[in-house]
Every structure is written in structure tokens, then in C-alpha cells.
């Protein structure tokens, strides 16, 4: 789950950043996170909770945490990148936000218990927040339509409003510290993202 929610996006995203920055036309990087981040409040950065590893400790796999620690690092990753190409000053031509599409009903509940994911659904349903994946592509195509020069923005279900994240996921020391470790971790693997900056 970290691999996919999070890894697989930070190693193609700096794959894909000479290109962009080569472009003659400006980009968008839209990163899809979840509004659970917020249940994170407290992170360790080392390879054991970026690769995933040290969720195995436990007898039954935690997926909602790590669920919730992959979103998390996905934004800590959007405001770190955001942050380093202002520094580049290639602000004004690569623009990154972050999308949370909000209670999306998904196949995401498919390792909970039938009766437990039906129950929730039921629930989600009868407070009206649970949505049609018609409806929660709508923050993630604000993102993506959002008008030139909107970067580092977190955008939230839809009709372009924008929420502040949770503290922690602004915190730009673990962000940093989050953008070394992974660089580092996919510098000992053969996928070649070597660089610690850009």
C-alpha cells in the first residue's frame, strides 16, 4: 500500500521532472490523497515506516493505518516538492496540489468484513456524505483545472474548495526529512532515482 499510494508516485513524479521542466508548456502534478491523514498524529520517518515494513509487526495487517500514513506522506511529499521548486524558482512552470475526492464509494473496504463495509456504507449513506466516484473525481479535475499559478493548494470534494491539511502534514522538517529517506531508499534499489534534490 505505501508502494502504491505513495513510493510508486514520489519515484515517477521525479522521474518525469526534467521533462516537465524542459516543456515549453507549463504542467500540473495532481497527488490524490485522503482526508484520514488526519488521524496520523505523530510520524516517524525512517525505512521501516516508508517501505511499509514497520507495520508488520502486528498479528493482523493494520491497512487502515497504513492507508492513513501513505496518504499522509503523499501531501508531506506535494508541500516538500512545491516548497523545493520555488527554490529552483521553476514555481512558475511546474505546479503540484493535492486532491482528497472525500468519502468515495469504492471497492477501498473489500478486505473489511462484508458486514462491517455494509454497515459503514449504510451509515456513510444515511449522513449523506458518502459519494458517487462521478462526484469525488470532481476535486481531483478542480486540481487539474485549476487556473495557472495555483501550486501547493489541497484541494477538497469538489466545486473548487479548498481546505488547510492537517499540521503534521505541513511540518517541512519531516518533509524534508521524508523526501531524504525515500530518495535514499529508492537509491539502493536498480530504479534509478538517485538525487536527493532535484
Same mark, same amino acid.
Given at each position: 500500500?505505501?508502494?502504491? /499510494? ?10 518525469? +521532472?526534467?521533462?516537465?521542466?524542459? &516543456?515549453?508548456?507549463? &504542467? ?13 498524529? !505523530?510520524?516517524?520517518? !525512517? *525505512?521501516?515506516?516508508?517501505? #511499509? /515494513? ?5 498479528? =493482523? ?6 492507508? $492513513?500514513? &501513505?496518504?499522509?506522506?503523499?501531501? +508531506?511529499?506535494?508541500? *516538500? ?7 529552483? $524558482? ?16 469504492? /471497492?477501498?473496504? =473489500? ?8 454497515? @459503514?456504507?449504510?451509515? %456513510?449513506?444515511? %449522513? ?13 479535475? !478542480?486540481? @487539474? ?23 503534521? &502534514? ?6 524534508? =526529512?521524508?523526501? *531524504?529517506?525515500?530518495?535514499?531508499? %529508492?537509491?539502493?534499489? #536498480?530504479?534509478?532515482? $538517485? $538525487?536527493?534534490?532535484?
Amino acid at each position: 500500500m505505501m508502494g502504491t /499510494n505513495y513510493i510508486g508516485a514520489f519515484a515517477l513524479t521525479k522521474l518525469l +521532472l526534467p521533462l516537465l521542466g524542459s &516543456s515549453p508548456v507549463s &504542467s500540473k502534478i495532481v497527488n490524490v490523497t485522503s482526508f484520514t491523514h488526519r488521524n496520523v498524529t !505523530d510520524m516517524q520517518v !525512517d *525505512e521501516g515506516t516508508v517501505s #511499509g /515494513n514497520r507495520f508488520f509487526s502486528s498479528k =493482523q495487517y493494520p491497512y487502515a493505518q497504513v492507508y $492513513e500514513y &501513505s496518504k499522509l506522506c503523499l501531501l +508531506l511529499f506535494t508541500f *516538500e516538492l512545491h516548497r523545493q521548486l520555488c527554490l529552483m $524558482e521553476k514555481s512558475h512552470h511546474i505546479f503540484v496540489t493535492a486532491a482528497d475526492p472525500g468519502v468515495v464509494q469504492t /471497492n477501498i473496504m =473489500q478486505e473489511v468484513p462484508a458486514s462491517l463495509s455494509c454497515l @459503514a456504507y449504510f451509515a %456513510l449513506r444515511h %449522513l449523506r456524505v458518502l459519494q458517487s466516484p462521478e462526484c469525488g473525481a470532481s476535486s481531483i479535475i !478542480d486540481a @487539474a483545472l485549476a487556473p495557472p499559478g495555483t501550486s501547493g493548494v489541497y484541494f477538497f470534494g469538489g466545486k473548487g474548495r479548498t481546505l488547510n491539511p492537517s499540521a503534521l &502534514s505541513r511540518n517541512s522538517k519531516l518533509a524534508l =526529512q521524508l523526501w *531524504e529517506t525515500t530518495c535514499n531508499m %529508492l537509491s539502493q534499489t #536498480g530504479f534509478g532515482v $538517485e $538525487e536527493k534534490k532535484m
